[in-house]
Structure formats: C-alpha cells, structure tokens
C-alpha cells in the first residue's frame, strides 16, 4: 500500500471536476456571473522575485523576533535599576544648601551681593541675609519646600535647612509663601511669634516695631508664642505683638466693631470691665463661621467669663458627643481638640502631631 501512495503522490495532479476550484467540470452559471464582475481586477503580473539581501532581513526580522523578549527584559530591568540608584541617592544626599533667590525688580542683595539681571541669581545660604530696599522685589525658590515672594523693605534670615525643619527668620518687610513642603517642616520666626506652616499659603508681614500680621490664602497656619497658640485658617487673619504672642485669629469679612472688639482684648485692654465689654461686643456679632474666633477664646478668658464663651460656642457649633461642659471649663486638651475637629477647618492632630518639632524654636522667636 505504501508502494501505491508513494506513485500516486509522483503523479500530476489532474482537475477536481468542481469548476469553483480549477475551472473543470461543468460551468456553474452563479461563478460565471460573478467572474465577470470581477474581471477587471483579476491579478495577471508574474511574481516578484526578492532579491537575496530582502530576504537575508527578513530572516534577521524574523530571528530578531525571538530575541526581543529577552532584550525587552533586560531594557526594563536597566532601567528599574537607574530609577533605583536615583532615587537612592536622593534620599542619601545631605540636607538642601538653601534657597535659589531671583531678582523680580530694583537690586536685592544676599549679604553684600547685589543680583543683577547680569547674573540673574543666587543662592540663599544658611546664615545669610536677604534684604530688599524700597524699589526691589525678590523670589525664593526650592524645588521640595515651595517659592517665596519677597516684597520691598524686607530683611530675612535663612536659619535652617534640615531635613524635617526649614527654618527662616523675617525681620521686617512682607513676605508671600506658598509651600508644598509636609504640613509643619516650614517655620518662619518673627520678633513676636513663630509661623508654622500646615501646608498652604499665606502672607505674613512684619513692621519695625516687631509687631505681625499674617493673611492665610490656602489651607492654614499654626502661629505660636510659648504656650499661646493660634489657628488660621483661609480666609482668616491673625494680629501679634512682641512680648505678648499672637491675638484671636478671625475671619476678615466680620463686622468692623467685631473686630476692633477683638484688638482691644488681645492687645489694650487693661480693666477686667473693658475686657468683659469687648468679649460680650464679639459673642454678640459672632456668626457660626465665626465659631473659629470663639473656640479661641475659651483659653484666653478668665474662668468667670469661660461659661459665656462655651455657652455661645455651643449655640453656633454644638460640640461632639463625649465634650462637656465641665471638661471644656476646665481647659481639658483632648476635648478642646475634638470641639476644633468639629468645627470644620482642619484636622488638629496634624499640629499635635509637629508640635514637638517647634517647641524647640518657639519659646524666643528672636
């Protein structure tokens, strides 16, 4: 039988008897009709004969194909390896130098050396100062800490560039900062208080008296004196004075008297009666966004003056289960701080959190 096969595969092959295939047999009138459609673009041209070089690339594509996954490995494996070794080496380089400083206007000067549009910039180092006259505007810049703009008649001071604190003091002038550093590694010292910052921005500005001022635009500032602390949230201001820390934080849209009310009794008032008018003067006005300037104000009133102060912050924000009224008089932290949370500015914790960061640094601003 294998003799057989062997012969008939020697034969030539001869028609099928199926026209559909190799055109034997009868006609089928249906093919017919659609081979006389489709005559035009019967294909008629010998077949192209590839040249020996076409076809050794071909076969090198195709060879080519068998390694590509191997080398499509080793490419990843690459370069996981050199992101690796960056990122290691970011991580292991020692703390940033300082501050890239750029001239906006006029002639700012880091020490004795003026920054010119000649040599575009400089650099901000620990120790150094940065002062502007009254016709120079400057900006600070670090890729992992955030830009500070830097208005005229300022001097400022860079104190520390760690690697969890950095660390400047303003002397005078106006700053503006936005920082996109962690909540809390970036301080700036005043003559009457330290600014912390919890991620956000802000304007902070200082006269030649010492006294400060700082306007939150984004998120919120934790400004401290020894163990007064003050909480400012966007939109809110806060005042502060040498020797005595920083005021009551409030909202800048409250009504004037509220907030003339509130500079007295941070700043001037030296009677237990003026104080006692001008705390009944802000309870009166206070809106429920204004709960902001009244949990504050339960730290910072006498104990007889405490039960009206909870007892209006309880009608605008009532506090959370588990804070009394008898913790609350007698200053309990933790329920303090649950009170704050509720009240929708921000989580407390993450100050509580930093604090020890700071305390180092905030008993002496300067």
Not at 125 to 150: K, N, P, W, Y
Request: glycine fraction near 8%; proline fraction near 7%.
């Amino acid at each position: 039988m294998d003799t057989a096969n062997n012969q008939r595969n020697k034969e030539p092959l001869t028609g099928s008897g199926d026209y559909l295939w190799d055109r034997t047999g009868a006609p089928d009138p249906e093919i017919q009709k659609l081979e006389g459609l489709l005559g035009d673009f019967r294909h008629s041209r010998p077949a192209p004969v590839l040249p020996e070089q076409v076809l050794r690339s071909r076969w090198a594509f195709v060879i080519g194909l068998r390694w590509f996954p191997a080398v499509a490995v080793a490419a990843v494996a690459l370069a996981a390896f050199v992101t690796f070794l960056m990122f290691s080496n970011r991580h292991s380089q020692p703390a940033i130098a300082g501050w890239t400083v750029s001239g906006l206007s006029g002639s700012p000067r880091v020490d004795r050396n003026t920054i010119s549009e000649k040599n575009g910039s400089a650099r901000l180092s620990v120790g150094q100062v940065l002062e502007t006259d009254d016709h120079s505007h400057a900006s600070l810049r670090s890729s992992a800490i955030g830009q500070i703009d830097v208005e005229p008649s300022t001097r400022l001071r860079l104190l520390t560039m760690g690697q969890n604190l950095k660390r400047i003091a303003l002397d005078r002038g106006t700053i503006h900062a936005y920082i996109w550093a962690p909540a809390g590694q970036f301080v700036v010292d005043t003559p009457s208080a330290v600014t912390v910052d919890l991620g956000c921005a802000y304007t902070l500005h200082v006269d030649d008296s010492g006294a400060g001022l700082v306007r939150t635009t984004l998120g919120w500032v934790g400004f401290k004196l020894n163990r007064r602390e003050s909480f400012i949230p966007a939109g809110a201001a806060c005042a502060t004075r040498p020797k005595i820390g920083p005021g009551t934080p409030y909202f800048e849209d409250a009504s004037p008297s509220f907030r003339a009310a509130l500079a007295r009794f941070d700043f001037e008032d030296a009677s237990p009666q003026h104080r006692s008018d001008d705390i009944a003067t802000v309870l009166a006005q206070a809106r429920v966004r204004d709960s902001l300037t009244v949990w504050h104000l339960l730290s910072r009133v006498d104990d007889a003056q405490r039960v009206r102060v909870f007892d209006r912050l309880q009608q605008l924000a009532p506090p959370p289960p588990g804070v009394t009224e008898e913790g609350i008089l007698r200053l309990d932290q933790p329920m303090l701080d649950r009170w704050w949370n509720q009240l929708g500015f921000d989580d407390i914790s993450i100050w509580r959190h930093w604090e020890h960061s700071w305390s180092s640094v905030s008993a002496s601003p300067n």
